[in-house]
């Protein structure tokens, strides 16, 4: 059984640092490249970053480019999530993602076949 398990989310001000973590298991983790999205309420699922399998390839949504770090440590089967200079539009629930591509950073949801449950992220401003 799949379980992509995401840790690290909490209560920040304005200008913070947090750091996300998704520990997988049940999956060939290191052919899998890994995607973070975020949803705020009322709002539809948005993407943020995605790692290739090795590491070879990041990218990241403009609204998060030279913020945001995504890295992933495949002995650990653990992609991170670090946020810094976090903004009050940064307010969302955090989700990472598994895609059986390795080779892809898609930014589509439907890419992706496995998710975990999500981490609450709220920044006061």
């Known amino acids: 059984q799949v379980q992509l398990v995401e840790s690290g989310g909490g209560l920040v001000q304005a200008g913070g640092s947090l750091r996300l973590s998704c520990a997988a298991s049940?999956?060939?983790?290191?052919?899998?490249?890994m995607g973070w999205f975020r949803q705020a309420p009322g709002k539809d699922r948005e993407f943020v970053a995605a790692?290739?399998?090795?590491?070879?390839?990041?990218t990241y949504s403009d609204s998060v480019k030279g913020r945001f770090t995504t890295s992933r440590d495949n002995a650990k089967n653990t992609v991170y999530l670090q946020m810094n200079s976090l903004k009050a539009e940064d307010t969302a629930v955090y989700y990472c993602?598994?895609?059986?591509?390795?080779?892809?950073?898609?930014?589509?949801?439907?890419?992706?076949?496995?998710w975990g449950q999500g981490t609450q992220v709220t920044v006061s401003s």
């Open positions: 993602a598994a895609n059986p591509n390795g080779y892809s950073n898609s930014r589509i949801p439907t890419a992706y076949n496995h």
């Open positions: 049940g999956l060939s983790f290191r052919s899998y490249s």
């Open positions: 790692i290739t399998s090795s590491s070879s390839y990041i």
